[in-house]
């Protein structure tokens, strides 16, 4: 059927505006379509070619590049290995060890035949967690030794609320509180860890120091609960 010689003035100017109208939509709005993604990291990945943490087969080899790849709702999966220094976790990131290096699916790791370890080499905390970060920061498969810091010689975590979860936190030291884990002004999810052999130089042999709320004086948590928590 032949199209009337002429159209109203409104719907010209539509058709007119509709290629300008779609790029608007997808510059303002297209991050509420962006899928969340998966970076990987393999301490004895290759680095040629470049790592761009997209594959197992080009990960990235140390978990700070990771997470500095990693915007909120990623998560950033750890392969079996050593990893020296501080990691600081980024808020709305999870963080998963106890890969092999070949896995597709989350569910199919064995954290604990395949070890990924954060080592401190005693000279600082090994995981810092950053003050604001909600629960969809998580810490979730690691052992995590041989930290010193004057709190929190294993995990630092301050005003913030991360799942720290199936972890094996072991060998830290702290000079103040909270040898394995200081946490404070906080309401962080604590559990399925395992939290030994960690030490306060002041005295307080507690693993795990914890103020829930700002205005409460901080408290040590008694081995029972910190040790094994479902």
């Known amino acids: 059927m032949d199209q009337p010689a002429c159209q109203p003035n409104s719907i010209r100017r539509f058709h007119q505006l ?17 899928q969340a993604k998966v970076i990987y990291v393999n301490a004895s990945s290759p ?25 909120d709702g990623d998560q950033v999966w750890v392969a079996a290995g050593i990893y020296y220094g501080r990691v600081g976790l980024r808020a709305g990131v999870a963080l998963y060890g106890g890969f092999a290096g070949t896995e597709t699916n989350l569910d199919t ?19 810092k967690v950053p003050a604001g970060a909600t629960n969809s920061t998580r810490l979730d498969g ?9 709190m929190g010689g294993g995990i630092s975590c301050s005003a913030a609320s991360p799942v720290i979860a199936r972890n094996l936190i072991v060998g830290n030291q702290a000079f103040i509180a909270g040898g394995g884990i200081e946490c404070s002004r906080d309401a962080a999810r604590v559990r399925q860890n395992r939290i ?15 103020a829930p709320e700002s205005s409460a004086p901080p408290r040590a948590l008694p081995p029972s609960w910190a040790t094994s928590s479902p």
């Open 109 to 127: 790791r064995n954290w604990l035949g395949h070890p990924t370890i954060l080592e401190g080499y005693a000279n600082t905390t090994v995981v």
């Open 142 to 150: 690691f052992v995590i030794r041989n930290g010193s810091s004057s």
């Open 18 to 34: 509709q290629p300008q109208f779609l790029l608007l939509v997808l510059l303002l709005g297209g991050g509420e379509f962006a």
């Open 47 to 71: 680095t040629n070619p470049p790592p761009d943490g997209l594959t197992w087969s080009t990960a990235f080899v140390n978990v700070s590049d990771g997470l500095s790849a990693a915007v």
């Open 196 to 210: 030994i052999a960690n030490v306060v130089e002041g005295g307080n042999s507690y693993p795990l120091w914890a």
